[in-house]
Every structure is written in C-alpha cells, then in structure tokens.
C-alpha cells in the first residue's frame, strides 16, 4: 500500500483550512473539488449591491397597497370624462415647443420663460425641457380663483419675479386663457418691470368666455395647446379646490362635484 503525506495549511483565526496530498497519484480518483458547499458563515459576502438587488426575491412591500391603489383610482373620482389623454397632451406640448424653440432661437439673447402658479408648473416643465434654445425660468403667482369655479374678475400678484425682465423678451407660460383678465394684468404688470415684447404660452385658450381683448407687447405672439370647450377641466396642472392638478391628461368636471361644493 503507497505511503501517503499530508501538508496541512493552517492559520491563526481559522484552524485547519486544507489538507493537500504529497502524492496525487494516490487520489487522482477522488474529486479535486468537493460538492458539498462550504458553510453560510465562510462563504465571500457579495459586495455588488447590484448583484445583491438582482437575486434579492420579490417583497410585499415592492408592491402597491390597497392603500396606494385606492388612492389612484380615486385621483380620478368625479371626472365625467376625459377630453385629451395623457398621449395626446404630449404629442400637442411637443408640437407647441418645437414652435416656440424655433422663434427662441431666433432671438439676439436669452429669452425668460414666467409660468404662472400653481397651474402651469406641469406644462411649463413638459415644454422647457423640449426647447432646445437659451432662456432664464421664473415664477409668479396671480390669484383670481380662489376655490371656486368662477374668476373674480380682480387678479392680484401674490408673489412677484425674482429675475430681472427689463429689456427682455418675456414669455408667459399659462394653464388656460379664458376671461383674459388675470393674463392682462399680467402683461401690465411685466411692461411696467420694461420687458420689451411679451408672448404668451397657453396649454388651454377658452376663446367662448373670453372678456378682455389680450394685448401682446412688442413682437410677442400667442402660442396654444388646445381650444377647451366651455366646460369646467381639471388635470395636468389644472385643479379643482387644488384638488386633481396630478392627473396626467385632462378631463371634464362633473358639475355635481363642484355645485355641491359651492351650495354648502
């Protein structure tokens, strides 16, 4: 029978580690690798979180709660019906900043883009962000709504620029046009501060409630999105007692849900 030496390998926080044969011709029949796996404890940890979140099993927690699906689905309570999808108000925001990128980058110097709150924060960034021309963005906030459905036909700036407009060309990004009296306000109020043309951007024009005459300054010029029929809309921006504005298309009010409101 062939003699057969040992090499053990040792070290200090482990003990024995392996045992090499001095003659592998003596165990060329065994298997060099065991097919038992090492225990949990001496296995290598993973450090790729990648790979870790790749052969993490599915949770509970990764899915939507009743909670969150009632949520969702009650976004939605109270429209009628729905007037442009979520395609369609992309396709239109597209074509609308292709038009006004072209007339932008016409211009000698930098354009400043003035959304007005909170309306128009979803239009004004689906639109800058496809307008490939230089320009400066700024709010202001002019308040005629109130919670109802109804203009007061007297706006007020709340919350004025912070950039300076004066000698520049001014456009005003708005949700919808419809009496004209809080965007004429507002084109006085920014041909005071001397801008020297002002444009307008609209996602919605409701020419059918349309009390004053808007004036453009300079070589301004109207942009829209849609013509809104003489119903109340909410959605994309749009509200409701500041209710619905996160709905990604527009859609019909039902007038119960606002004469309800308004009869208490």
């Known amino acids: 029978m062939a003699n057969i030496n040992l090499v053990v390998v040792t070290t200090q926080d482990s003990g024995i580690l392996a045992r090499f044969p001095t003659n592998p011709t003596a165990s060329s029949n065994k298997p060099?690798?065991?097919?038992?796996?090492?225990?949990?404890?001496?296995?290598?940890?993973?450090?790729s979180p990648a790979l870790r979140a790749r052969?993490?099993?599915?949770?509970?927690?990764?899915?939507?709660?009743?909670?969150?699906?009632?949520?969702?689905?009650?976004?939605?309570?109270?429209?009628?019906?729905?007037?442009?999808?979520?395609?369609?108000?992309?396709?239109?925001?597209?074509e609308v900043a292709a038009e006004l990128a072209a007339d932008l980058r016409a211009l000698p110097e930098p354009a400043v883009v003035v959304g007005v709150a909170t309306g128009a924060f979803l239009f004004l960034a689906d639109l800058v962000?496809?307008?490939?021309?230089?320009?400066?963005?700024?709010?202001?906030?002019?308040?005629?709504?109130?919670?109802?459905?109804?203009?007061?036909?007297?706006?007020?700036?709340?919350?004025?620029?912070?950039?300076?407009?004066?000698?520049?060309?001014?456009?005003?990004?708005?949700?919808i046009v419809d009496t004209g009296n809080t965007l004429s306000?507002?084109?006085?109020?920014?041909?005071?501060?001397?801008?020297?043309?002002?444009?307008?951007?609209?996602?919605?024009?409701?020419?059918?409630?349309?009390?004053?005459?808007?004036?453009?300054?300079?070589?301004?010029?109207?942009?829209?999105g849609f013509e809104c029929p003489d119903c109340f809309v909410v959605g994309y921006g749009l509200d409701y007692a500041e209710l619905y504005r996160n709905l990604p298309y527009v859609g019909v009010l039902k007038p119960e849900v606002y004469k309800k409101d308004s009869s208490n």
């Not at 065991?34 to 450090?47: C, E, G, H, I, Y």
């Not at 969702?72 to 108000?89: C, D, P, Q």
């Not at 021309?133 to 620029?161: H, N, Q």
């Open 55 to 94: 052969r993490r099993p599915a949770t509970l927690a990764a899915l939507p709660t009743t909670a969150a699906v009632a949520a969702m689905v009650s976004a939605g309570a109270g429209i009628e019906r729905v007037l442009w999808t979520e395609a369609e108000v992309a396709a239109r925001v597209g």
């Open 185 to 224: 306000c507002l084109i006085a109020h920014l041909e005071k501060k001397g801008a020297s043309s002002i444009s307008v951007c609209t996602f919605l024009d409701k020419p059918a409630r349309r009390k004053v005459n808007v004036q453009l300054v300079g070589d301004g010029k109207f942009y829209s």
């Open 129 to 175: 962000r496809r307008v490939d021309a230089p320009l400066a963005v700024d709010f202001v906030r002019v308040e005629s709504y109130g919670g109802g459905t109804e203009s007061s036909g007297k706006p007020r700036i709340t919350a004025d620029l912070k950039v300076d407009v004066a000698g520049k060309h001014v456009v005003v990004v708005e949700d």
């Open 32 to 47: 060099r690798c065991s097919a038992t796996p090492p225990p949990a404890q001496q296995r290598l940890p993973n450090k």
